[in-house]
């Protein structure tokens, strides 16, 4: 089915006529949450998503009470936009990890409401492998319960296509929403490094899931000659025009961040610099703004 045809205007979340710059601490891994604040706003980013996954340091589970009125000083102090918190929820046909799950998307909550003012901070999640046909209703019904728990504390759920998952594109996503009437704390992220070389097309998907988007993660793919892909840095091989992507998405309505996310395949390599990427990203992704006429904030 094509939904492109449902495709609305999407009214801008406030008067704002800009989109932030961010980056996604997921790939500074090693550092502190306190540490990594003061390095982004010295960069020059306007934004930052926390990753609140288990294991990582802003994981809810790590972040004392003290932590919390700490980093929210900083983040104030360096008036960086806390955009978003990434955190790892997958559906399971194991009723246990579901609950467990449901308490992991209640703790984000409360991490987003003890860190940030910002109503348009949203929590993240990809929903796992699989055959889509297969857990599709599976993806509904979890969905639907955490939306029960994040509508509590008012907080947008994203949920993220993922490539080779059991949601792969914006359209299964729409259909996940569909199921459960189109509530309005339930939003996607859109990512085209997980759509390119799949067939599917930069502006088409745009079009499509831009309405409905709620934050956006960007990073680079390149095919693998033995086969298979590989993510790289934002804005490192040309693969993906990000000055169009920021003019389409402006264009579309959209007035959230765009984040530089780090994949795993690279934070995980021997020699890899956090501190690096964090510069290479800002380099490349300011660049890209520039180029695409969209403003950042003052």
Same mark, same amino acid.
């Given at each position: 089915?094509?939904?492109?045809?449902?495709?609305?205007?999407?009214?801008?979340?406030?008067?704002?006529?800009?989109?932030?710059? $961010?980056?996604?601490?997921?790939?500074?891994?090693?550092?502190?949450? /306190? &540490? #990594?604040?003061?390095? @982004?706003? !010295? %960069?020059?980013?306007?934004?930052?998503?926390?990753?609140?996954?288990?294991?990582?340091?802003?994981?809810?589970?790590?972040?004392?009470?003290?932590?919390?009125?700490?980093?929210?000083?900083?983040?104030?102090?360096?008036?960086?936009?806390?955009?978003?918190?990434?955190?790892?929820?997958?559906?399971?046909?194991?009723?246990?990890?579901?609950?467990?799950?449901?308490?992991?998307?209640?703790?984000?909550?409360?991490?987003?409401?003890?860190?940030?003012?910002?109503?348009?901070?949203?929590?993240?999640?990809?929903?796992? $492998?699989?055959?889509?046909?297969?857990?599709?209703?599976?993806?509904? /019904? &979890? #969905?639907?319960?955490? @939306?029960? !728990? %994040?509508?509590?504390y008012d907080v947008t759920c994203c949920i993220?296509?993922?490539?080779?998952?059991?949601?792969?594109?914006?359209?299964?996503?729409?259909?996940?929403?569909?199921?459960?009437?189109?509530?309005?704390?339930?939003?996607?992220?859109?990512?085209?490094?997980?759509?390119?070389?799949?067939?599917?097309?930069?502006?088409?998907?745009?079009?499509?899931?831009?309405?409905?988007?709620?934050?956006?993660?960007?990073?680079?793919?390149?095919?693998?000659?033995?086969?298979?892909y590989q993510f790289k840095l934002p804005g490192?091989?040309?693969?993906?025009?990000?000055?169009?992507?920021?003019?389409?998405?402006?264009?579309?309505?959209?007035?959230?961040?765009?984040?530089?996310?780090?994949?795993?395949?690279?934070?995980?390599?021997?020699?890899?610099?956090?501190?690096?990427?964090?510069?290479?990203?800002?380099?490349?992704m300011s660049l890209a703004f520039e180029k695409?006429?969209?403003?950042?904030?003052?």
């Open positions: 089915t094509c939904v492109a045809s449902s495709y609305v205007q999407a009214a801008p979340a406030e008067t704002r006529n800009t989109m932030t710059l $961010g980056f996604s601490t997921y790939g500074a891994r090693g550092i502190t949450t /306190e &540490q #990594v604040l003061p390095i @982004l706003s !010295v %960069t020059g980013y306007d934004a930052v998503e926390l990753t609140a996954t288990k294991g990582f340091d802003a994981a809810p589970e790590n972040m004392s009470t003290s932590r919390r009125r700490q980093v929210k000083r900083i983040l104030y102090d360096t008036e960086l936009v806390l955009t978003s918190l990434m955190e790892h929820t997958v559906p399971s046909d194991d009723a246990t990890v579901n609950t467990s799950n449901l308490k992991r998307i209640e703790a984000a909550s409360e991490l987003v409401r003890d860190l940030t003012d910002n109503k348009n901070c949203v929590i993240q999640t990809v929903l796992g $492998g699989g055959d889509w046909d297969n857990r599709k209703n599976l993806l509904v /019904e &979890q #969905v639907g319960r955490w @939306l029960e !728990v %994040t509508a509590k993220k296509p993922h490539r080779g998952g059991g949601m792969s594109n914006p359209e299964q996503a729409l259909w996940i929403m569909q199921q459960l009437s189109n509530p309005q704390r339930l939003r996607m992220v859109y990512d085209f490094s997980h759509y390119i070389f799949t067939g599917l097309e930069l502006q088409p998907t745009v079009k499509q899931a831009v309405s409905k988007t709620a934050h956006v993660a960007v990073k680079d793919t390149i095919k693998n000659p033995e086969g298979g490192s091989t040309g693969a993906i025009d990000f000055a169009v992507l920021i003019k389409l998405l402006f264009q579309g309505g959209y007035r959230g961040d765009i984040s530089c996310e780090v994949s795993s395949m690279l934070w995980r390599q021997t020699g890899y610099d956090p501190r690096q990427a964090i510069r290479t990203c800002y380099k490349n695409s006429g969209v403003p950042r904030p003052e």
